[in-house]
């Protein structure tokens, strides 16, 4: 149980486009979900924490209008990086949770490479 | 502040050896701590967790005890195996919350 998936797992884009990325909770209902992004051989920058049908609440320094994040229902969150460019490639990785899966546990999704070119 | 410390990376060990990757980590309250695995190209899962002191998680042979005197969580396995190659993330998440903060990553290579 308690699988993420992710769409797409791959993407390349030409700079100056929008790209969306779809994270779904295939077995249960994510209250909570989370962007992060990581870079190569670095650990997971947490980007946003989504809750569904509320607004996302951003961390610092990342930009709420490059990167839209909404969380229509309990089982879809997306990630939109708008105007992509060059510096925002990268491995994106959403993860979900609910309360009773116990403090803290998250369930991660296997992550989406992006390439702007 | 919140935070957590892992050794540096890469550990490159041979088949069968014993490996320990070292986490300590920084609280107020009691954190649960969890350590996650990722495979190259994957995203990461969850491989074992302790919620209080002394709790003792374990998951395909690894163990991590939570040592609230020592403020760690070492990760340790009695005999790695090639498929055992991967990032290892110590992490904890505070007091009941969902925000977890995650250490470095470790690099794990197993030589057969």
């Known amino acids: 149980g308690a699988v993420v998936s992710q769409h797409p797992s791959r993407v390349i884009c030409k700079s100056g486009t929008s790209v969306k990325i779809e994270c779904r909770s295939l077995?249960?209902?994510?209250?909570?979900m989370f962007w992060y992004r990581q870079f190569p051989k670095q650990s997971l920058m947490l980007m946003a924490t989504s809750n569904e049908g509320s607004k996302a609440t951003y961390e610092q320094g990342v930009e709420k209008d490059k990167f839209l994040i909404n969380h229509a229902s309990l089982t879809l969150s997306t990630l939109t990086v708008t105007s992509a460019h060059p510096e925002d490639s990268s491995f994106y990785i959403c993860s979900a949770t609910t309360p009773y899966q116990g403090a803290g546990t998250q369930y991660f999704g296997p992550g989406t490479r992006l390439l702007v070119l | 502040g919140n935070s957590v410390t892992q050794m540096e990376g890469p550990v490159t060990l041979s088949e069968e050896a014993f490996l320990t990757i070292n986490c300590t980590y920084t609280a107020t309250g009691y954190p649960s701590l969890f350590w996650y695995v990722q495979y190259p190209g994957e995203g990461l899962q969850l491989l074992l967790k302790a919620t209080k002191a002394d709790d003792k998680g374990s998951n395909k042979g690894f163990e991590a005890t939570y040592r609230k005197e020592t403020t760690s969580f070492h990760l340790e396995k009695g005999s790695v195996q090639v498929s055992d190659s991967a990032v290892y993330f110590c992490?904890?998440?505070?007091?009941?919350?969902?925000?977890?903060?995650f250490g470095a990553g470790t690099r794990l290579f197993v030589k057969a």
């Open positions: 077995d249960f209902q994510a209250t909570t």
């Open positions: 992490a904890l998440a505070r007091d009941g919350g969902f925000k977890t903060i």
